[in-house]
């Protein structure tokens, strides 16, 4: 069942170590289903090499296992308290992505001081406060500190994106390394500058409604 999205979320794990945001087993992507609310998710502590459409797991909104021979990534619990909380997400990414959770572990948002962040993000990249993983606290934590943002720090842990699709998700968790990279380079030399917040709003604006092919 669901092999359209198998493939979807399978591709979309793979892009993780590509990108650099993970080591050995670490993180994970996950989708929804539109018709059937199933939650499509990586397995836990498997190799992203030995990883296969197939190996995919599904479940439903309380965490129940509907297809797979695997279980599914310990971080479940976290993103089904997220799918059940906001309607308009289909994609979550986890990473634990070297720059941007050097942000996290000193328990420190990243500042708007880059057009690419402005586009993307349309604000700062919030923390939040450190919950236990395992069961819903990582979830609810987000859900109460991510506002209107794709992307949080979750404190002494790492980095949550959410999307529309787990490609959209995944666009945003590859893009909050790299701003992370620029922003702690920067610091090493001084000060960064922040862009002010109506130019954010506008940059944000043209982003979301001009860029692209499909937009306008």
């Not at 030995?50 to 479940?59: I, K, Q």
């Not at 599914?72 to 990473?95: E, F, N, Q, W």
């Not at 998700?169 to 620029?182: F, G, Q, S």
């Amino acid at each position: 069942m669901l092999e359209t999205l198998k493939e979807r979320v399978y591709r979309m794990n793979l892009m993780l170590p590509q990108n650099n945001l993970v080591t050995m087993t670490s993180g994970n992507v996950s989708g929804r289903d539109e018709a059937s609310g199933y939650i499509v998710i990586k397995p836990s502590g498997i190799l992203y090499e030995e990883l296969r459409p197939e190996a995919m797991v599904v479940v439903d909104l309380e965490g129940n296992v509907i297809e797979g021979k695997l279980k599914p990534s310990v971080d479940t619990a976290t993103h089904l308290y997220i799918y059940k909380k906001r309607r308009d997400i289909h994609g979550i990414v986890h990473t634990h992505s070297p720059y941007a959770t050097s942000f996290a572990a000193l328990g420190q948002p990243i500042p708007v001081c880059l057009t690419a962040m402005a586009d993307e993000f349309g604000g700062p990249i919030p923390v939040g406060p450190y919950a236990p993983i395992g069961g819903e606290e990582i979830g609810r934590a987000i859900v109460a500190a991510i506002g209107g943002s794709p992307a949080i720090l979750m404190q002494n842990h790492g980095v949550f994106t959410l999307g529309t699709s787990p490609e959209a998700a995944l666009k945003a968790a590859v893009m909050v390394e790299d701003v992370a990279k620029t922003v702690h380079l920067a610091l090493l030399r001084g000060e960064p500058k922040e862009l002010p917040p109506e130019e954010v709003k506008n940059l944000h604006f043209r982003y979301t409604t001009a860029y692209g092919q499909n937009a306008g």
